[in-house]
Structure formats: C-alpha cells, structure tokens
C-alpha cells in the first residue's frame, strides 16, 4: 500500500530534518521540495536574472532540467546534470527560492515533478504547500512550526557548522522576513492545510521530534 506524509511548516522548523528521519523509519522515500525551488532560485542567480520578475524568471525555464536522484540514501539535486550540493543551502538561495516560489509559472512547472514521485512511491514530503496544493490528499498532513528564537537559533547552528559566517540578528531578521513573504504571497501562501495537524516541536530535540510524530502517524495509517 502506498501513503502520502505531508510536513509543512515555516523555515527552521526542522522539516527536513524530521521528514529524513521519519522516512528513514517507515522505509520510505523522502523528497526535499524546497531544495527544488532553492536549485531554481540557484539557476536564475547564475543567468543574472531578478528573482522578483516573473518575465525574467519565466524566460529561464525551458533551459532548466531538474533531477531528483537518490545517492546512498540521501536526495540528491542535480542541475542539467550537476549536483547542487550544499551551494544551494546558503541564506542567499532561501531567499532566492522564496522569490520565485511566489512566481506561478515556477510552482507549475515543479508541480507535477513532485506528484509524479509521490505516484510512484510511498513518500514524507516536506514544504510549504505540500497538504494544501501538491498533495492535497495526503494521508497525513502535519504542520510543524517552533518559537521564531528556536527556529533562528536553529538555522543559524546549522550554518556555522558548514563553516559559514553568519550572525543570529541576521538570520532571525531574514527568516522573519522568508515566513512573511511565504505566508502571504498570492499563490499557494505558506499556511497550514485546514486538516493539518499543528506540532509545536518548540525546544524538543529531533529524536523527540520524530518519536512525538510517529506516535501520530501510527495512529492514522497502517505502519
């Protein structure tokens, strides 16, 4: 029996991290859509393009082939044949990824791209539109948010660690600024589907994160 887990939820919540563990679990594939919108914002950023202009953006499409590969069990982005890696992990391309996520002809265009994995297999995808736009009938819809401190403070260990030098102010001040943008953008706005279960993982470390969330789960579908 195939099943759909949808994990929405603001950035810094920890979604990708969760869904990881939680596919990792239940033996199932993860898929990581906002790595696909950060490889687009990616793209754009190299052809010198604005994020913000819907024409410019729209333009760069046809030229961008995206692949979702799955190397020793982790996700991979590869665009026009090149891994992304972690050049598509930098506060920068968040901020680029938010800017063409509120583009419509982006969010078609990856539509039926995660659809399309989610027919073929069981899968955790995490986003921000997942239960309410890509996978409306998902089995599980979970909306997992923390305090914004958490969540910065969050974020901001997770970029030292990859050696990069960035400030708490910052990033909290950036990550404000992602959750309005997404939160009110005209297409597909960043909010939790109406049959979603909210999960404040406010403090909670991601063992216990995942534990709280298969005890939902278990409860819902057959695991």
């Known amino acids: 029996m195939k099943f759909q ?23 199932i594939v993860y898929v990581d859509t906002g790595a696909l919108y950060r490889t687009v914002g990616y793209y754009v950023r190299t052809q010198g393009a604005d994020p913000h202009s819907a024409r410019e953006v729209e333009a760069l499409l046809p030229h961008i082939r995206l692949e979702l590969r799955y190397e020793n069990g982790a996700q991979q982005v590869y665009l026009n044949g090149e891994p992304m890696g972690d050049r598509i992990r930098t506060p920068e391309m968040s901020m680029y990824a938010s800017a063409v996520s509120a583009i419509p002809a982006v969010r078609a265009f990856l539509l039926e791209t995660q659809r399309a994995i989610a027919r073929e297999h069981s899968v955790v995808m995490d986003g921000r539109d997942i239960g309410t736009v890509i996978l409306p009938d998902a089995d599980v819809k979970i909306y997992l ?46 909010v939790a589907a109406k049959d979603a279960i909210v999960f404040d993982n406010s403090g909670m470390q991601p063992e216990e994160c995942v534990s709280g969330l298969m005890t939902v789960i278990s409860k819902l579908i057959r695991v």
């Open 145 to 190: 948010t923390a305090s914004d401190e958490c969540r910065a403070r969050r974020r901001y260990e997770e970029l030292r660690a990859k050696g990069m030098e960035v400030d708490y102010e910052s990033v909290l001040s950036d990550m404000r600024e992602r959750d309005r943008n997404d939160s009110s953008r005209a297409v597909a706005p960043a």
């Open 5 to 27: 887990i949808a994990i929405d939820g603001p950035s810094g919540a920890g979604k990708s991290t969760v869904a990881k563990a939680l596919a990792a679990r239940l033996g």
